[in-house]
């Protein structure tokens, strides 16, 4: 296993660091106060490439590999969270499953634009009753001579709200729905324009508040068959496929959040004086930030694995799975004790750690909770789980189309 960093490498890690620290950094406090999600970051990010980071040249992309996805993931969520969303949902959940699935002509028409980042995507899983137990969505696509119907809500949908293009997955067989049978899900491409469709944002969140979460309805809104992604029936695993990209962009995000954690609490530990010394020459200050620098080696040498696997080509699910796992959950103990190191301070808002503490929790649910992962890792160490092969992989870094 290689991990070491190229020179392309190192240069988008710097560029996207300077960026972040240079545009947005010094807006984000406000935003975040403010509820409000900012369009004009999105073009900026299609200027720098990373809307289309991962995605071939070919295909309108960057061209470069899965590590530098990583890599930006980790840089944008330094900075806030709701930055490496915008990833998550539009290069990783979306766009990568156009590559790995998509025809030709879906690729032309969807994942070009998405990748130059002149349309942006997400992804529809989630509804108001079902969100860890994917069997339970309750979205009907009813085939309908050339097209299908789509009837149902997707709720707790990121950028839901802002998207122009929707990955949505939806029950195509009755039959199979009754049984919970999850063959009988399909994988549509949809447009905001379509007739039936209509989304909002919820306004009752109290984490990552610079990022657009929300909600889309689709009212017997028609899908041309030509807009199922993959084989209709093969809704699950295109979902589940797109979730080892959504959980490796999680993964690294989660370790920029402990880094950030990390580097505020030092800085701080330096500065604010108990007991006629700085807090840091306090052991238990000093204890807390050591955990945060093994959380944060820790999360980043397992999200740079799952990298280098699918940079290679290999299945990484339990790989990908085990670093969003933990990433996560140390990001929530290190947001946690960065608020500890603050003391009162911490609790306010005029310091970060207060939202990375707020913005951590999500990544704890969304993407598989904490505890649909310690189900999923037991099950692969009791053999009570194994990955079969699909009939579509995501391609390997640098593979042609
Ligand atoms: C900020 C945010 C952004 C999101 N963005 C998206 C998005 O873009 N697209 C999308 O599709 N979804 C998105 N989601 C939804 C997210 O993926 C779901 O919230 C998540 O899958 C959990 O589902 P749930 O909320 O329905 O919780 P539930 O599934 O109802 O779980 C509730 C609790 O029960 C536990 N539980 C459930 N089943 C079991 C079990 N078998 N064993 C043990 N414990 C169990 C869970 O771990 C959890 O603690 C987002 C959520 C948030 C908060």
């Known amino acids: 296993?290689?991990?070491?960093?190229?020179?392309?490498?190192?240069?988008?890690?710097?560029?996207?660091r300077e960026w972040a620290a240079r545009d947005v950094a010094p807006r984000i406090k406000e935003l975040d106060r403010a509820r409000r999600f900012d369009p004009a970051i999105l073009p900026q990010m299609a200027a720098l490439g990373l809307l289309g980071v991962s995605v071939p040249v070919e295909y309108g992309g960057a061209g470069m590999d899965y590590i530098?996805?990583?890599l930006?993931?980790?840089e944008l969520e330094y900075v806030d969270t709701s930055l490496r969303v915008i990833l998550s949902v539009h290069v990783a959940l979306n766009s990568?499953?156009?590559l790995t699935w998509g025809t030709e002509e879906q690729k032309r028409r969807y994942l070009v634009p998405q990748a130059q980042g002149t349309k942006i995507a997400t992804f529809g899983l989630t509804e108001p009753a079902a969100g860890s137990d994917v069997r339970g969505i309750q979205s009907v696509a009813v085939p309908k001579g050339d097209r299908y119907v789509l009837t149902g809500e997707k709720m707790w949908i990121s950028l839901a709200d802002v998207a122009d293009h929707f990955l949505v997955i939806?029950?195509?067989d009755a039959d199979k729905k009754k049984r919970r049978d999850p063959s009988g899900l399909t994988a549509f491409l949809v447009e905001r324009g379509f007739k039936g469709f209509s989304s909002g944002t919820i306004k009752e969140k109290w984490g990552i508040l610079a990022g657009n979460t929300g909600y889309f309805t689709m009212d017997e809104m028609e899908v041309p068959e030509e807009n199922v992604l993959g084989r209709p029936g093969e809704g699950f695993k295109v979902a589940m496929l797109a979730l080892d990209q959504g959980r490796y962009t999680v993964?690294?995000?989660a370790t920029g959040l402990i880094r950030a954690a990390r580097d505020a609490s030092a800085a701080y530990a330096k500065e604010r004086r108990a007991f006629g010394t700085e807090i840091a020459q306090h052991q238990l200050v000093k204890a807390m930030i050591a955990e945060m620098e093994s959380d944060y080696q820790a999360s980043r040498l397992l999200w740079l694995r799952a990298g280098w696997l699918k940079n290679i080509g290999a299945r990484n699910t339990r790989e990908t799975g085990l670093a969003k796992w933990f990433a996560t959950v140390a990001s929530e103990r290190a947001a946690g004790n960065a608020v500890q190191v603050h003391g009162a301070n911490g609790y306010s808002d005029d310091y970060p750690v207060g939202r990375y503490y707020r913005n951590c929790k999500g990544a704890v649910i969304y993407e598989g909770t904490r505890e649909i992962h310690a189900l999923?890792?037991?099950d692969y160490v009791l053999g009570y789980r194994r990955d079969r092969p699909t009939r579509?992989?995501?391609?390997?870094?640098?593979s042609k189309p």
């Open 1 to 16: 296993m290689d991990l070491s960093l190229t020179d392309e490498h190192r240069l988008l890690e710097q560029t996207v």
């Open 68 to 70: 530098s996805l990583g």
């Open 72 to 74: 930006a993931s980790e």
């Open 96 to 98: 990568l499953s156009l």
């Open 170 to 172: 939806a029950w195509s």
């Open 251 to 253: 993964a690294a995000g």
């Open 376 to 378: 999923m890792q037991a």
């Open 392 to 398: 579509c992989e995501l391609p390997p870094a640098g």
